[in-house]
């Protein structure tokens, strides 16, 4: 089996200092160009590859972001996962995974994260508890909830407008004539469904619209579910707003099992818009997450906070656009 290469080997080969390969290799480490060189060519020479996780003990510093994440079943988090590992990616880190099988992220996940030596972490859909929160600043490990508004002011988080949004879907259905409107909430210990709910009913009670409301729980078969418990009650609204899009396809589903006619009976709109909401088979209208933009502001800012530990904690909301398409 053939030895690695050394560190060692490198500066054996281009007659400089070991501590010199050392510099060359650590970003922002003062080293001359002519050294640089030499160290360069001797590493292609021989496939040396820096050590990074040795690197880490050293600099108790690593290239590796933490990503907690509950919701795979979702296929809109899937989505946020690749664009993270890309955004990341372009910054020389990597992505750590993290699925939690709970609401609030276990002790294990936590030692996980901690002993890769994290240099940041992005919460996407799981709670965070002051204690462990904790953990993470005595250790000057930024994180941020992203897809969430936090009740608290002590971390940084990063979501679509959801209180707009839903408000501006409820003027969309209401200039399309519905007078009777269901909305099929996600989980309730959720900001985005409390938010879209909030939104959604501000409106329809200003203009004194008739509306539902049914608890779901964010997947396909919760949508489904409901839909068949409505259309089967005789209660068809004239539209339904649903916190997701994967419910929301569960709702059309069910709604074609019961040969109700969309959009002629009864309209649909879901949020999200993941890629399946475009499938010709479904053409859900439905309101855009810009994930692009939240992902970049959750990058920018992680990047910000590693390069020089600030804390800082705010909440951003960023707009997304309403997709128009045949199942209204």
Request: proline content about 2%; charged content about 25%.
């Amino acid at each position: 089996m053939k030895a690695a290469v050394t560190a060692k080997d490198v500066a054996r080969l281009a007659g400089v200092s070991q501590s010199s390969v050392s510099r060359v290799f650590f970003d922002g480490a003062k080293v001359s160009e002519k050294t640089r060189n030499k160290v360069m060519a001797a590493a292609e020479e021989l496939g040396y590859r820096p050590n990074e996780f040795a690197r880490s003990l050293i600099t108790n510093r690593t290239r590796i972001i933490g990503l907690v994440m509950k919701g795979v079943q979702n296929p809109f988090y899937p989505q946020v996962l690749k664009q993270f590992t890309t955004a990341f990616k372009k910054w020389g880190y990597s992505v750590l995974f993290v699925h939690t099988n709970h609401d609030e992220i276990e002790t294990d996940d936590v030692e996980m994260l901690l002993n890769y030596n994290v240099a940041g972490v992005v919460i996407t859909d799981a709670e965070l508890s002051l204690q462990v929160a904790e953990e993470f600043r005595v250790n000057q490990i930024p994180v941020v909830f992203f897809n969430r508004k936090l009740d608290t002011d002590e971390f940084y988080s990063v979501c679509c407008n959801n209180f707009e949004a839903s408000r501006k879907v409820a003027e969309y259905l209401i200039d399309k004539g519905a007078e009777d409107m269901v909305y099929i909430a996600g989980n309730a210990n959720t900001s985005t469904s409390r938010e879209r709910q909030k939104g959604f009913f501000e409106v329809l009670d200003k203009r004194n619209v008739d509306y539902r409301k049914y608890a779901s729980d964010y997947t396909y078969e919760g949508g489904y579910k409901t839909a068949v418990q409505i259309v089967e009650g005789k209660q068809l609204p004239d539209a339904f707003f649903v916190a997701n899009d994967i419910m929301a396809l569960g709702v059309l589903d069910a709604l074609a099992k019961h040969g109700v006619a969309v959009p002629a009976e009864t309209k649909v709109v879901g949020f999200d818009n993941i890629e399946m909401a475009g499938w010709s088979s479904y053409g859900l209208t439905t309101w855009e997450q810009p994930i692009e933009k939240m992902v970049a502001e959750t990058v920018g800012y992680l990047l910000k906070e590693i390069e020089a530990y600030t804390g800082l904690a705010q909440a951003v909301e960023v707009d997304g656009s309403l997709v128009e398409r045949r199942t209204t």
